[in-house]
């Protein structure tokens, strides 16, 4: 289990439970500490070049597990599983923002995940990425799995009420073959729980 | 037990050795305790990290910031009632402290043996005998408590610049540990920066050096701290002396005398760190531990005349206006001082800080930092917010540097109180300050470049950061229409930098009506997304505009709350394009920057 978020890491791990719930389940926090972070150059990316990328916790893993909510993001319209790898990127990464779809679209080039799992239970729909209140979530009962991760984004905007050709990350992760937008190809299954 | 010392001689000596090792065993066992107390000082559940280690008791054993605060405000905050222990035990034992506990005490002593051990013993006498100059260090005491005791005239407490609790806190703080702990990460998950560590570096390292030119040299001659004890410890009940008026003179008990008291003349009990290694050193076991003055005769008083006394004080009374002529607690204040959430009103602040660095040393983002001396002399090492250094700005959600403060500068608040809630939900939450956006740097603002990093962090619920959409002509941006399809344009210029529209970011207006986002676009052409349509097609000869959307940020004053995050995350590396500034800030309502509804 690792991340490195905007907020202090191990704040952050305390904070909403994570780390207790990993522990308790037998997996191990890695805090995002210097020197694990190598410097990479993504091929074919005119972003991720010779760029900090929090490599450490994931060099003898076997498989890569992405979990994210959904999230209203004001630059990029919502943060779901694609640009919940920026948690992999260090340095000044926020100068990213100055084009932000195309650093989500690689983002989802440079890693491939054996699942994503999105977390639709609770949606963000406005003043988010981080602060808001809770005013500013909806219950949409929504889970969803999948190793595509673009077709994750893409149904999972639709719980923001987005369409996925609103999110020009989409198209672009679509063309860099990293997934596809259109959902319905995979033939999803839809199962109520509980 | 002075006829059992005569009658045998081979006990009395095994119990001489007992006394110096048990001081050699307790040195250790403190300097050790103090190390770990630095170590733990990280944030965390483990056993090596805070959990509740009682990380300031050196600094609440140390009685110059409870006499030091007690002065400048007349009141005691209670942790540092243990200095009343301290205090107690030096009447009862002298100058224990020193010789016993002090952790940089310890490191002198050390530092002192190592450098000094191979001189010859005529050498060590002379290297440790009583100096003129050691009253130096009363003057400073009473240079630091003249400052402090005068509220009327302008009362500052500077006693942490050279008390040595506070130093060699700082000094392991913010110094040693990051150094060691560079590569090893363990008590902080990424490297810890400190501005202007260098002088407190240069401060301790100096100090520490001063022992190979005279052992003890920051004791004897500086230390304010034993200065105090020195004062006293005229009164001590026990005190090492002679047992008799005559010996052979053979001066061995100043060999490694650690206070350069004299024990073989006149003993100076104010001097004495009760090291006993005269009692050891003596081989006719005429010293002792008495309650009886020294039959060679002692000098219980500091060497301090009434002129140097009175000096002290008249210039530690000119020297807090002195110092505060640069105005800097009137309208000459430094904006970029912005404390830490609850701390104290600027000149009460300054009454109460001692400077030890416990706040920067437990802020888990490392955004507290020593102040520097452009805010004032008093500044100086007092914790300031500086949010281009550590990891995030001041989290909503933390309040360690208050509940770690050892003097209340700043206040021990609770979540509730920082974030204007519960009970304090009519006052709002505290503020540290107000973000000020440069629209001369912002990208968005200046270089119509697309950003919002800031509003995106923005931690305050509404957020204080907002956003309000605008629509940029780029440069060379409007273009004549060649030819028109269903998804494309092309235009008569071809000037356009291929795929440099095509990030999402970039929209076509038409004429002055539909305004369509670029999908892709080559030197001389512009196609829209799939699914978009002209609401009727272009014709050539028409002119389009090629816009960039842009988010452009606004600071809502009553909202913000000078937590620094934004500043801290702006991509404007340089001179940040948004910055906190200490104006408005909840502790010093004469800077409120609104009027009052």
Known sequence: MADNPINDAASCFTLTGIGKAASQAGAQVVLPKDNLFKHTTLTGARLIKNWPIFFGPFGKADKLIGIAPVKHHNRSGASMTMKNWYGLLGGRRNIFHQDINTIIAELSMMVTPTLVILDGTEVMMTNGPTGGSISDLKRTDTLIASCDQVAADAYGCTLLGLKASDLPYLAKAQNADAGTTDYESLKPIFAAVG | MNHLNRYSPQWAESLTMRIVTARRISQVFFFALFAWFCIVGTAGE?????????????????????????????????????????????????????????PFGSLHHFVGFLGNRKRPTAKKVELNKYRKAQRVKYFILVLFLAMAA????SATLQTGLLDPIPLVTRSFNLVLLPLVDRSANIASVTGRFYEGAWLIFAIFLTAVLLNLVIPRFYCRFICPLGA?????????????????????NCKLCEKSCEGGCEPAGNIKISECVLCFNCRQDCKHELISYQTVPSLAGEITDPDISRR??????????????????????????????????????????LKR????????????????????????????????????????????????????????????????????????????????GTAFVDRNRCLPWAMNRPCIVCEENCPVSPKAIYTQEFFETVRDGILTIRNA??????????????????????????????????????????EIPPG?????????????????????????IEKCIGC?????????????????????????PGRALLLKR
């Open chain 2, 228 to 248: 105090l004890f020195g004062v006293i410890g005229r009164f001590a009940i026990w005190r090492i002396g002679k047992n008799q008026s005559e010996c052979i």
């Open chain 2, 564 to 588: 620094g995050v934004c500043e801290h995350e702006c991509p404007v590396s340089g001179k940040k394009a948004i910055m906190v500034s200490a104006e408005g800030e909840t502790r010093s």
């Open chain 2, 46 to 102: 483990k056993f090596w990290q805070l959990r509740g280690w009682p990380v300031n008791w050196f600094l609440q054993l140390d009685p110059l910031a409870a006499i030091g605060t007690v002065l400048t405000q007349h009141s005691l905050y209670y942790p540092l009632l243990w200095a009343l222990a301290t205090v107690v035990l030096t009447i009862i034992l002298g100058r224990f402290f020193c010789g016993w506990v002090c």
């Open chain 2, 353 to 432: 800080c001692i400077k030890c660095g416990q706040c920067m040393r437990i802020c888990p983002t490392n955004v507290i930092q020593p102040g520097g001396i452009t805010g004032g002399l008093e500044n100086l090492w007092t914790p300031v917010l500086n949010n281009r250094i550590g990891s995030s700005g001041c989290q909503l959600n933390c309040v360690a540097c208050g509940q770690i403060c050892p003097t209340a500068a700043i206040r021990p608040i609770t979540l509730s109180e920082k974030l204007g809630r519960d009970q304090f939900a009519d006052v709002g939450p505290i503020k540290l």
């Open chain 2, 150 to 153: 005068f509220p009327s005239i």
């Open chain 2, 308 to 349: 140097g006394f009175a000096l002290s004080v008249a210039t530690g009374i000119l020297a807090v206006p002195a110092i505060r002529l640069g105005n800097r607690l009137g309208s000459n204040w430094y904006h970029k001082v912005i404390r830490p959430p609850g701390a104290l009103p600027e000149d009460q602040f």
């Open chain 2, 532 to 556: 978009e349509n002209f609401e009727q097609i272009p014709a050539p000869g028409g002119k389009i505009e090629l816009q960039v959307r842009l988010q452009r940020p606004y600071v809502d």
């Open chain 2, 485 to 526: 399809g269903s998804e494309k344009i092309e235009t008569v210029e071809s000037s356009l930098s291929p795929g440099k529209f095509a990030t999402g970011d970039y929209y076509c207006l038409i004429g002055d009506g539909q305004r369509l986002k670029v999908a892709a676009n080559t030197e001389n052409s512009i």
